[in-house]
């Protein structure tokens, strides 16, 4: 199988899994949460999961491996710069608008904020990222950036890049725990321990949000899917 | 600085790190559930924050930075295999107590097993560790196995090492989680969202694991940290 198949074979089962994540984390917020809305009700809380795991999860796994594309690599490595800078982009906005629900939820409701680890890790998580964009833009979008610097930042980008992911996920699990913990035992009749139908819908999405980050890491560790470095392109980038 | 030295400068506050992981879940089980026991009772339940922490993260992580210390590149590769799978084998058994700790608390007091997120990905984590550590056996250190089956192993074991080192950061986070939920929210007077004293602890012990977990990606990232490959090394192992 030539690497180009092999990696598509690799890659659409890693995007069907990404689509499965957003389409699960949706029906949970309306089948089980009464839907969406923007008044600081429960239902403008519901945009927080689904934010979260659009913005820190599926896009951003996918803007990751724009890179290991293997049809891109005859292309610009500029033009596929900006592209993962965009992609990148709109994940950190969706992120920050998910948010933003949770906090205008919680201050429309009185309800404290920032307690729990779950909420320390995942404001990590998004810190992190905001900065990890504005060091991208800075170190291998603006020409004027100075080469030493350039080289210097691959390693640390492409290490906070992964760290990101990992707290993605991380953040993505224990809210989820968080959610079930509040929904079932605080909320409604059947405990988490009975096992309900939500629980066991809720920890699936938890399984595959599992499933496709690892997946995107096993992409990313195979070396001849690294984009290779043509002879104009020595310049760390 | 030389690698070495730059390495000792990472490497040792990565160990104080781990160090203070299992100092911090210590006195948390210790000070507020009140120390240790193996009867049945909460007391047995706290060995297993303890045991997890200190088989599937401090030690894990630990076993797997066996080959980046420059020190042992000089001495034969497989010495430090048998290290390597020595502390990984303690990890697993050390992780495996923690389970018993739990499963047996559980049964005692006939509360559910296995109906949350954390007990689904913790379970995932444990399993893909024994797997993991009977197919490493097997392909790096039994002198009969085949040569293709060792170099298309190395990939694949390496990418599953770093995945079940996120996994069980995942598996810690939402414990803590969990954990706290139960013992503030469902038992004593004070609520999570007031962040009491043990709350603020418990978190800061969830971002210390963090900060652990996220050094030792740094460690693995950094190629010249990689053990040089010998002539008489060439065969993959």
Request: proline content about 5%; charged content about 10%; aromatic content about 14%.
């Given at each position: 199988?030539?690497?180009?198949v092999?990696?598509?074979?690799t890659?659409?089962?890693c ?6 994540c957003?389409?699960?984390v949706?029906f ?9 809305s923007w008044?600081?009700?429960?239902l ?11 913005g820190?999860?599926?896009l ?7 890179f290991?594309?293997?049809f891109?690599w005859?292309?610009k ?8 800078a965009g992609?990148?982009l709109?994940?950190?906005?969706l ?14 409701l009185?309800?404290?904020?920032m ?6 890790v995942?404001i990590?998580t998004v810190?992190m ?8 833009l800075?170190g291998f ?10 080289s ?5 980008h492409?290490?906070m ?5 990992i707290?993605?996920?991380t953040s993505c699990?224990s809210?989820?725990t968080?959610?079930?913990f509040?929904s ?6 059947e405990p988490?321990?009975s096992?309900?139908?939500e629980?066991?819908f ?6 595959l949000?599992v ?6 890491f ?19 980038s």
């Amino acid at each position: 199988m030539s690497p180009s198949v092999f990696f598509w074979v690799t890659y659409v089962p890693c995007l069907c899994l990404g689509l499965l994540c957003l389409l699960f984390v949706s029906f949970w917020s309306s089948h089980w949460h009464g839907g969406f809305s923007w008044d600081g009700s429960a239902l403008q809380f519901n945009w927080h999961p689904v934010l979260m795991v659009a913005g820190l999860v599926v896009l951003y796994g996918n803007a990751v491996l724009v890179f290991r594309m293997p049809f891109t690599w005859k292309q610009k490595k500029n033009t596929w710069k900006l592209v993962h800078a965009g992609l990148m982009l709109l994940a950190l906005l969706l992120s920050v608008l998910g948010l933003c629900a949770v906090f205008d939820y919680h201050r429309s409701l009185q309800i404290p904020d920032m307690y729990s680890l779950h909420s320390w890790v995942g404001i990590c998580t998004v810190i992190m990222f905001a900065f990890q964009w504005v060091l991208g833009l800075a170190g291998f979008l603006l020409p004027c950036s100075p080469l030493p610097f350039r080289s210097n930042l691959k390693p640390v980008h492409i290490w906070m890049g992964k760290a990101i992911l990992i707290l993605s996920l991380t953040s993505c699990i224990s809210g989820i725990t968080e959610n079930l913990f509040f929904s079932l035992d605080g909320v409604s009749g059947e405990p988490y321990s009975s096992l309900p139908a939500e629980a066991k819908f809720a920890n699936s999405l938890g399984i595959l949000i599992v499933a496709f980050v690892l997946v995107v890491f096993g992409i990313l560790s195979k070396n001849s899917w690294q984009r290779p470095e043509s002879e104009n392109e020595s310049i760390p980038s």
